[in-house]
């Protein structure tokens, strides 16, 4: 099936300054769109421009919004890219960090769609959502990602039953991409390497661009061969997959993989490890403007 032509498309890409943002913007200028970012802390060496906006406040993403569809002359394409990691065991309490993740990925993508809502529907646009295998394969010790990542699904779902008629939604599923949105979790000693295999950022790009470029819109795309037999997995024997990844989990204790993190004292009790060597909690990161 032929691909929709990107000459002259009009796309707004959130996020738009982080490692995904700038790899997706700099792919569909190069084919020939015309496109606008937005990110809270744009670059001088953007490949596009991109405008400041911080998507978690309500006047700042109307008004920005409002700012690049009249620079781009109207709306065909929205790639709600922008999403934020971090430690956040779910057997604890939810605090700042896991509120931050749900602002973000959840309510900031929320709030950016609902603003370009009106011009997508005049174009018949569509609308690409970069979700995560932990959509529908959650990890431990990072339920707020999960949560916020199933929850944009959830988001996504209602939104394609509503404006389907007229503007396409897919959802995108990239695993684990090498970027700075794993920084935070493995300050706090919270890594999952090892439970992960990494992906090349531009299979992810490339599953973008099919996702926009597609003459009829996907429901769903995973970004590799493996993520698509986990998809599969997750959605038809979840079971399953929560043994491997329980089995996986308890393998990196034992090899003492969380031994400094506070955070993680209770998974490492309760598998017999030994405990963290420091009380202490590490403050959250700074946000990034990638997914996966």
């Not at 890594?191 to 299979?203: T, V």
């Amino acid at each position: 099936m032929s691909a929709r032509d990107p000459r002259g498309m009009r796309v707004l890409v959130t996020g738009a300054s982080g490692t995904f943002g700038r790899a997706i913007s700099a792919r569909l200028d190069g084919l020939g769109a015309r496109v606008v970012g937005l990110d809270r802390a744009p670059r001088v060496n953007d490949p596009v421009e991109v405008l400041p906006c911080d998507i978690t406040d309500d006047d700042a993403v109307r008004a920005a919004v409002a700012e690049a569809i009249e620079l781009l002359g109207g709306l065909d394409l929205l790639i709600n890219n922008a999403g934020v990691g971090g430690p956040a065991p779910a057997e604890l309490p939810p605090g700042a960090e896991v509120r931050r993740q749900l602002d973000i990925n959840l309510l900031g993508t929320w709030r950016v769609t609902a603003a370009c809502v009106d011009p997508l529907v005049a174009s018949r646009g569509r609308i690409v959502m970069l979700t995560s295998r932990m959509a529908v394969m959650q990890l431990p010790l990072a339920a707020a990602y999960g949560a916020s990542k199933r929850a944009l699904v959830a988001y996504a779902d209602a939104l394609r039953l509503e404006i389907g008629t007229h503007v396409g939604v897919t959802c995108v599923y990239p695993s684990a991409v090498r970027s700075p949105i794993h920084d935070s979790t493995a300050e706090a000693g919270l890594s999952l390497e090892g439970m992960s295999r990494y992906e090349p950022l531009d299979g992810v790009v490339d599953t973008v661009l099919r996702a926009a470029l597609s003459r009829r819109a996907r429901r769903d795309l995973p970004t590799t061969r493996r993520g698509a037999v986990e998809f599969f997995l997750a959605r038809h024997l979840p079971w399953l997959t929560d043994r491997i990844v329980a089995r996986t989990l308890a393998g990196r204790v034992r090899a003492g993989a969380f031994g400094d993190a506070s955070l993680a004292a209770g998974v490492v009790a309760r598998h017999g490890g030994a405990p963290p060597a420091s009380p202490g909690v590490a403050s959250p990161a700074s946000r990034h403007g990638g997914a996966g």
